[in-house]
């Protein structure tokens, strides 16, 4: 189900891009552990940082999504399909952890 692009404001946007810039960095700091033999338990932590990290951008995205998307969609009278498809990812996200 193809849908539409989501306008951020310029705000929205530069804080999303700077959490995902933070990411980036951390994901290169792991390469370079690896690369430098560094212990494996702080490789690990550092993983599971990278992953909550993530894990919270999704939930941003996903919280202005409902307010937003998901509400304009009910409103409109499209909400079931809308809440069909965040739940289907949804349930994708929860496997992944």
């Not at 994901?27 to 599971?48: A, F, H, N």
């Not at 999704?58 to 009910?74: S, Y």
């Amino acid at each position: 189900m193809e849908r539409e692009k989501t306008i951020r404001h310029d705000e929205e946007k530069t804080k999303l891009i700077n959490r995902l810039s933070r990411i980036e960095g951390q994901v290169r700091g792991v390469e370079r552990m690896v690369e430098e033999d560094r212990y494996c338990m702080d490789i690990l932590i550092q993983i599971r940082a990278i992953e909550s990290a993530l894990h919270n951008v999704g939930l941003e995205i996903t919280e202005r999504h409902m307010k937003h998307c998901v509400t304009d969609a009910i409103q409109t009278g499209e909400g079931d399909d809308y809440i069909e498809e965040l739940m289907r990812i949804l349930k994708q996200f929860s496997k992944s952890r």
